[in-house]
């Protein structure tokens, strides 16, 4: 048995709540720290004419009572020093999306709530360790990567993990477990319990019933009487059980992709060159593992200051070949970024992706007699790889200490390539 098994239960699931805190300041900070950065800092709408509500504030500002929902010129009063900030909903999204990538990294059953709310059932990731673990590296890679705060709850099911996600903020971790219910909810008011709203506690109230623990213990037939089958949920919610599944979204894969955070900044060619080399060998594997071609390669570029640029190239024809993609990653490379200038992240996203059985007749046919024994070659080292690991076959190029290495290991860089097959191809893995 693995370490990490004693921590997974043999009939039941394991969720996740990841809710980010402040979501939408906490991206304007991530952005320009400089500017916003543990300041009273708060989003609304029509910022000029100091109209219009708080969408949410940062904490520093909650600290000094801005609420959401607030009137701007009521907030301003209660907290002069409040910065104003317009929305910038494609950040939101954009940023929305890469957190959602990091989770998917760990679990492919994933279920966005909202912009920066989402549910991961990692029940069957326990490779990666112990849920607490999954949890720490996830809040931990957000934050490196994304410079974003969140809270993160763990519970054997989506209930108790959105409760869970409540209970410490900013960036907390907890564990809400079924026994624990009892002590730590049954003596709050019912409408502390998440999907029971104002409405129905009142009702509940008039009812003599008070708290969650009076709920937990009422009659489901006086409950189902007064409240038709909301009943049951009710008397089933109080006692901390549910059984609704995390419900991935299935698409076809947009994009294949795979970035690395560098410990140090790289100058020299042939140290980028050698983490292009990786990138390109597992966002390939990744795609033949998916029966895919790509149509076009892109490279991502971050430097030290955090500004990020993307380049692209649409191929003549589709490819699945790892030495196809490397050689355009450092041909644009080459093109768009001046060498010697510090690197501190890179990234390979394959693009244009078609199924493999569709684009076969685009292949180059000045090469297609080459073509069955490059590609029988490479079936023959994934096969290995597949049965001995992703280090059982490497190029010289390929072996290093540098992270760029640590993508062929599925555990300790949170990247699972045997989930593709699923089919929930929503999101690129970082």
């Known amino acids: 048995m693995k370490p990490s098994d004693e921590f997974y239960p043999k009939n039941g699931r394991v969720i996740l709540h990841i809710d980010m805190n402040a979501f939408y300041c906490s991206v304007h900070e991530a952005l320009e720290p400089d500017k916003y950065s543990g300041k009273p800092i708060a989003v609304a709408g029509s910022v ?25 010129r009521e907030a301003l009063k209660v907290c002069p020093q409040l910065i104003l900030i317009q929305p910038d909903f494609e950040q939101y999204r954009l940023f929305s999306r890469r957190f959602m990538q990091i989770a998917y990294s760990y679990s492919p059953l994933i279920e966005a709530m909202s912009i920066d709310e989402c549910y991961l059932d990692i029940t069957g990731s326990k490779q990666f360790g112990a849920p607490l673990e999954i949890a720490q590296m996830l809040q931990k890679r957000i934050m490196i990567e994304l410079a974003l705060p969140c809270s993160i709850g763990i519970a054997p099911n989506k209930l108790l993990a959105k409760i869970a996600s409540d209970m410490k903020k900013p960036n907390g971790i907890s564990i809400l477990r079924r026994r624990d219910v009892p002590h730590l909810l049954w003596t709050k008011p019912c409408v502390n319990l998440f999907g029971l709203g104002q409405r129905t506690a009142e009702k509940l109230s008039k009812l003599n019933i008070q708290t969650i623990g009076d709920l ?24 901390g059980i549910d059984e609704s599944l995390v419900n991935p979204l299935q698409e076809a894969s947009k994009s294949i992709g795979h970035t690395t955070t560098l410990p140090q900044n790289l100058t020299e060619k042939a140290d980028v060159e050698r983490v292009f080399l990786n990138l390109a060998d597992q966002v390939s594997r990744r795609l033949r593992k998916q029966q895919l071609t790509a149509g076009t390669v892109q490279i991502t570029i971050r430097n030290p200051e955090m500004k ?37 992240l890179l990234g390979i996203t394959l693009q244009n992706l078609m199924d493999k059985a569709n684009s076969a007749l685009q292949l180059d046919l000045f090469n297609f007699s080459k073509q069955p024994k490059k590609e029988q070659l490479t079936r023959t080292m994934d096969q290995i790889r597949d049965k001995y690991g992703e280090n059982a076959l490497l190029t010289a190029g390929m072996i290093t200490n540098d992270p760029s290495a640590l993508i062929r290991n599925h555990k300790a860089r949170g990247t699972s390539l045997q989930m593709d097959h699923l089919k929930i191809r929503n999101f690129d893995e970082d």
């Open 216 to 239: 937990a213990v009422a009659e489901e037939s006086f409950l189902v009487k007064h409240f038709g089958v909301v009943g049951s949920w009710l008397k089933q919610a109080a006692n």
């Open 308 to 344: 990020t640029i993307t380049r692209s190239f649409t191929l003549p024809t589709p490819t699945e070949n790892a030495d196809d993609i490397y050689h355009q990653a450092c041909r644009l490379f080459a093109e768009h970024w001046e060498i010697g200038k510090p690197v501190r």
């Open 48 to 72: 000029e004419l100091r109209k219009g509500i708080i969408v949410t504030s940062s904490y520093t500002a909650r600290a000094s009572g801005v609420k959401t929902g607030m009137q701007v």
